[in-house]
């Protein structure tokens, strides 16, 4: 019985043989026939990743399509720096996963090795400033749907927000709470909305003229004694020269005292009550502007309040038209001062200083699902690569059996694309 299972068990030793490698499976006929077989299961599985992913870029089309205003805006808090050196860090570890496989399938150990750490590298890289980036946006709260609460506009201008707890800055914003804790799915702003029609003193000025008593008080419910605050922050302006001023004269803008208050903009921090769906009732339909006081540092303020109280503009003469021009001069002179055209980057930049538009949030929440998304899959190929390398170490590839590097190479190609079509998709919107 022993004997006749001699020439069996001799048969299988030479085919393992045949295969020239340990790691060549019994039921495939050759190490051609394994390859071949793990290269059409790695392009199915890849096959199914191009699907996943094409989902995230239907809704990134069809938000872009009704809602390209957040994506021209939004797109300016990415650091495009940041984006071109992952892009570049990639499409160079695209080409050393590329030249190990070849390295494999010369038997050239040291080489393979070599390509298989400078991937990994690579790969580390790029999760290296994608934590820098996303660090930053934690800390600016430029987050995702209802987390969604910045505290800088793309421009560097300071913005009113629910949290009302950002450094260098404090308002007179109070957001409603539940359980202590900001109520962000169905708050609203309980005090310290002011209408604009009783800041505006003069409507026929640009800006907003408020004359405000602001101050700032120690404890929670602002009980405590504080100090006045009467330096009005100067109005930001647009470009270098900061356009033109009267009589054709570049205007500069003035250096700010520290602190300093003004009103500022935020519909979704104060509502705009003449839209329909306004939350805050009982204030009338005007736009809403809160007071914002800048200390010019770093530092997060606790236990303070920011407490305003306005004066409203008085009423019209009688006989006056409030809506007629105020401005007047002699016979030849100009009733209307001329405007200066916007170019194409002062109208960016005008843009970039003003609050976010309407459903911004759901700009970053399509952007921390597509790059979170991607980023989970970089760091999918590191542990593959790790796997590699220390099998690379043993000496375990051999022209005969290099299948693992080549799919993970492929993989790891797919990833990279993906990247190439991110980077310009959400950093390079203009």
């Not at 205007?251 to 519909?267: D, L, M």
């Not at 004066?311 to 001069?329: N, Q």
Request: glycine letters at 12%; aromatic letters at 10%; hydrophobic letters at 40%.
């Amino acid at each position: 019985m022993s004997a006749a299972h001699e020439p069996h068990s001799a048969e299988h030793g030479g085919h393992d043989d045949h295969h020239g490698s340990p790691f060549i499976q019994h039921h495939y006929d050759d190490a051609q026939h394994q390859f071949d077989s793990g290269k059409l299961g790695i392009w199915l599985f890849l096959a199914q990743e191009v699907l996943f992913f094409s989902a995230l870029f239907v809704a990134y089309i069809l938000f872009r399509v009704h809602h390209g205003e957040m994506y021209s805006y939004a797109h300016k808090w990415l650091q495009v720096k940041f984006g071109a050196i992952n892009t570049a860090v990639l499409i160079f570890s695209s080409l050393t996963a590329a030249w190990a496989v070849r390295a494999a399938q010369r038997g050239e150990k040291n080489l393979l090795i070599a390509c298989i750490a400078v991937t990994i590298g690579c790969a580390l890289t790029f999760l290296g400033i994608k934590y820098i980036e996303y660090n930053h946006k934690v800390h600016e709260h430029i987050l995702f749907g209802k987390y969604f609460d910045p505290c800088v506009s793309p421009g560097g201008s300071e913005l009113l927000t629910k949290h009302n707890d950002c450094a260098g800055t404090k308002s007179t914003i109070e957001w409603s709470k539940a359980n202590g804790a900001i109520d962000l799915d169905t708050g609203n702003a309980t005090k310290g909305c002011f209408s604009v029609a009783d800041l505006d003193l003069d409507p026929h000025t640009p800006g907003v003229q408020a004359d405000c008593e602001v101050s700032e008080v120690q404890g929670e419910g602002g009980t405590g004694a504080g100090r006045a605050i009467t330096a009005r922050c100067p109005e930001e302006k647009v470009g270098e020269s900061a356009g033109e001023g009267e009589g054709g004269h570049e205007g500069h803008a003035e250096a700010p005292h520290f602190p300093c208050w003004r009103p500022a903009y935020q519909p979704a921090v104060c509502p705009d009550l003449t839209k329909p769906d306004a939350k805050l009732a009982g204030v009338g339909s005007q736009p809403q502007v809160g007071i914002l006081v800048e200390y010019g540092d770093d530092q997060e303020r606790e236990g303070i309040s920011i407490k305003a109280t306005c004066k409203k503009p008085g009423k019209p003469a009688e006989g006056v038209d409030a809506g007629a021009s105020t401005g007047g001069g002699g016979l030849g002179h100009k009733a209307i001062a001329p405007v200066h055209e916007l170019t194409t980057h002062e109208e960016h930049e005008l843009e970039s200083l003003g609050p976010p538009p309407p459903n911004t949030n759901m700009f970053f929440s399509i952007y921390f699902a597509m790059t979170g998304l991607h980023g989970v899959h970089v760091l999918v190929g590191v542990f593959v690569f790790i796997w590699l390398l220390i099998r690379a170490v043993k000496g375990q590839f051999t022209p005969d059996y290099f299948g693992p590097v080549d799919y993970a190479a492929l993989y790891w190609h797919i990833v990279d694309l993906i990247w190439i079509f991110l980077f310009p998709l959400l950093y390079l919107i203009h």
